[in-house]
């Protein structure tokens, strides 16, 4: 069992960066492939980011492929997402998750076994 916690997000101006955390409890953390994702209003949630256990790997959506970047520090239980030159388009509830099998590296939420409460992203133009 892991639980999870968002923090980082606000309210921006397009151009700024933001950095989300999220803190994680549990001795196994560093087992999991963890994942971000977003939910705009209205909107199915979707993939943001994902790395795994070790960190050596990482994949970014397309959206927001060259502004994002996630990573990890397994010895702070926590992974991070970087966002820079934020977009109005980027507002959304964003979500970290954790994969327990450490192996899927999937893109979609049902596989992902735990969740974050979510911490709000808001953009202005």
């Known amino acids: 069992q892991v639980q999870l916690v968002e923090s980082g997000g606000g309210s921006v101006q397009a151009g700024d960066s933001l950095r989300l955390s999220c803190a994680a409890s549990g001795r196994t953390f560093s087992n999991y492939l963890m994942g971000w994702f977003r939910q705009a209003p209205g909107k199915e949630r979707e993939f943001v980011a994902l790395?795994?256990?070790?960190?050596?790997?990482?994949y970014v959506a397309a959206s927001v492929k060259g502004r994002f970047t996630v990573s990890r520090d397994n010895a702070k239980n926590t992974v991070y997402l970087q966002m820079n030159s934020l977009k109005p388009e980027d507002t959304a509830v964003y979500y970290c998750?954790?994969?327990?099998?450490?192996?899927?590296?999937?893109?979609?939420?049902?596989?992902?076994?735990?969740w974050g409460q979510g911490t709000q992203v808001s953009v202005s133009s």
């Open positions: 998750a954790a994969d327990s099998s450490g192996m899927r590296r999937s893109v979609r939420p049902r596989d992902y076994d735990y």
């Open positions: 790395i795994t256990w070790r960190g050596d790997n990482t």
